[in-house]
Every structure is written in structure tokens, then in C-alpha cells.
């Protein structure tokens, strides 16, 4: 499975850990930055990760800012892009069941480490059921 990740400044933190523990587990990555902690825009971050899932060059991707809030929203202007903020494995978990996300974004001011760990393994492990689900997402255009 080929992973996107990226991040601004806040998010940085917690992209490099992620990224280097999602290798380990087996996973490719491809980083779009941020490169450091020097000051950038959420924006450019999250439009570069949903580009790539948009166009199936990844199969999922993974954005990190201080809430989540901010780089989500981002992420979702691009068509095809069903980007959630989650700070708990359930929802995490819930959100590509029933919503079939396929960008997950978290907040380094709002979790750490080993609480993301949880939450993105929920949430690559679960499969969307489709069904009455499928019917909901269509209504989304």
C-alpha cells in the first residue's frame, strides 16, 4: 500500500515519526513535505496529499497541522477528496466504514505519537462496508 503523507510546520512533529513508523510496518511512502519547522501554509500541504489520492497515484493519505482542522478543509476543496479529523481510533475507524475516507488528518497540538499510532491503524485496518454507505457518499456531488 503506497501512503501520501504531508504536513505544515505545526504538523511536522508528528509527520516524521509517523512516516518513519509507517515504513517499518511495510508500507510506502511519499512524503510532499513540510521539510522542517520553518513557518509554512497548511494549505499547500493539503491540496499536494489530496491531488495525489485524488488522481489514485496513492491509495490513501495521512495530514497532519496543529488541529487538523485547518489542512482537512484544504483537502477537501479537491474532488474525489474525503479527508476527516480525527483525535480517536473509533471514529478513525467509523469514518472509512461508513464514509469510505480516504485522507485521515490529526492535530500535533491535539495528539500525540502514540495516540496517532492507534488512530491510523484503525483506520488503514477497517474497510468500507458499502451498501446504504455507498448510497450516502453519492449524495456528497
Same mark, same amino acid.
Given at each position: 500500500?503506497?501512503?501520501?503523507?504531508?504536513?505544515?510546520?505545526? %504538523?511536522?512533529? $508528528? =509527520?516524521?515519526?509517523? =512516516?518513519?513508523?509507517?515504513?517499518? $510496518?511495510? /508500507?510506502?511512502?511519499?512524503?510532499?513535505?513540510?521539510?522542517?519547522?520553518? !513557518?509554512?501554509?497548511?494549505?499547500? /500541504?493539503?491540496?499536494?496529499?489530496?491531488? #495525489?489520492?485524488? =488522481? @489514485?497515484? #496513492? @491509495? $490513501?493519505?495521512?495530514?497532519?497541522? %496543529?488541529? %487538523?482542522?485547518?489542512?482537512?478543509?484544504?483537502? &477537501?476543496? #479537491?474532488?474525489?477528496? !474525503?479527508?476527516?479529523?480525527?483525535?480517536?481510533? /473509533?471514529?478513525?475507524? $467509523?469514518?472509512?466504514?461508513? @464514509? @469510505?475516507? &480516504?485522507?485521515?488528518?490529526? %492535530?500535533? !497540538?491535539?495528539?500525540?505519537?502514540?495516540?496517532?499510532?492507534?488512530?491510523?491503524?484503525?483506520?488503514?485496518?477497517?474497510?468500507?462496508?458499502?451498501?446504504?454507505?455507498?448510497? !450516502?457518499?453519492?449524495?456528497?456531488?
Amino acid at each position: 500500500m503506497k501512503i501520501a503523507i504531508g504536513s505544515d510546520h505545526v %504538523g511536522f512533529i $508528528l =509527520k516524521e515519526p509517523i =512516516k518513519k513508523w509507517l515504513i517499518e $510496518l511495510g /508500507y510506502q511512502v511519499v512524503d510532499l513535505g513540510a521539510d522542517s519547522e520553518e !513557518r509554512t501554509d497548511y494549505p499547500i /500541504y493539503g491540496k499536494k496529499v489530496a491531488d #495525489v489520492v485524488a =488522481k @489514485n497515484e #496513492v @491509495n $490513501l493519505g495521512i495530514i497532519f497541522c %496543529g488541529t %487538523g482542522v485547518g489542512i482537512s478543509l484544504a483537502a &477537501n476543496k #479537491v474532488d474525489g477528496i !474525503r479527508a476527516v479529523v480525527c483525535s480517536e481510533p /473509533y471514529s478513525a475507524k $467509523l469514518s472509512k466504514e461508513h @464514509n @469510505n475516507t &480516504n485522507i485521515l488528518s490529526m %492535530g500535533s !497540538r491535539v495528539i500525540g505519537l502514540e495516540l496517532a499510532k492507534m488512530i491510523i491503524k484503525e483506520w488503514i485496518d477497517a474497510e468500507f462496508e458499502g451498501g446504504r454507505h455507498q448510497k !450516502r457518499i453519492e449524495m456528497y456531488k
